[in-house]
T-cell receptor
């Protein structure tokens, strides 16, 4: 699976959009980009995933560049409750082995400030 | 609430003892994953089951074992406990065993070995 690079920390003002970048320059054509977050010691929470196209759900938007080498998770109106560690994970859809599990890096610690 | 339940929430035990952690997946999910989160190692994949069968193994110690029962709940057994086994243990579930099915995490069991 492709390696991802995320900034270790970011700040965002409450009510503003939070844009979290992720670099995955070695991503291959069958690899999805997933975003999870973990609010202090709680179970990780699934946010969104995508393959090629931009995706949006009730929580966030995922923007994937045309060359797929990077992506941005956008929380449109960040609140204090969005303070968490955000993980960008690239996973292959090849069959077999340990392909189903998630490999968590260090993520980005997002602090939303009043 | 992800729909994944884990019991107990907290567990305190002594070195050398054995404990069992329990996980009930979301309704309809056939795959269960176990992850360990310690302060120095981050979130690490331990083992995956799909419809009662072991599917993939990660960094699971030989002192640890797991199983998934016909009703799809899963148990993680930790034996000959050491101080270093103190960690958060998360269970996750998904509909299918692989990408692109997203995983939903339970609230975790905090294990303290004294």
């Amino acid at each position: 699976d492709a390696k991802t690079t995320q900034p270790p920390s970011m700040d965002c003002a409450e009510g503003r959009a939070a844009n979290l970048p992720c670099n995955h320059s070695t991503i291959s054509g069958n690899e999805y980009v997933y975003w999870y977050r973990q609010i202090h010691s709680q179970g990780p929470q699934y946010i969104i995933h995508g393959l090629k196209n931009n995706e949006t759900n009730e929580m966030a938007s995922l923007i994937i560049t045309e060359d797929r080498k990077s992506s941005t998770l956008i929380l449109p109106h960040a609140t204090l409750r969005d303070t968490a560690v955000y993980y960008c994970i690239v996973r292959s859809m090849n069959y077999g082995g340990s392909q189903g599990n998630l490999i968590f890096g260090k993520g980005t610690k997002l602090s939303v400030k009043p | 609430d992800s729909g994944v339940t884990q019991t107990p929430k907290h567990l305190i035990t002594a070195t050398g003892q054995r404990v069992t952690l329990r996980c009930s997946p979301r309704s309809g999910d056939l795959s269960v994953y176990w992850y360990q989160q310690s302060l120095d190692q981050g979130l690490q994949f331990l083992i995956q089951y799909y419809n009662g069968e072991e599917r993939a193994k990660g960094n699971i110690l030989e002192r640890f074992s797991a199983q998934q029962f016909p009703d799809l709940h899963s148990e993680l057994n930790l034996s000959s406990l050491e101080l270093g086994d103190s960690a958060l243990y998360f269970c996750a579930s998904s509909v299918g065993p692989e990408v692109p099915y997203e995983q939903y995490f339970g609230p975790g069991t905090r294990l303290t070995v004294t």
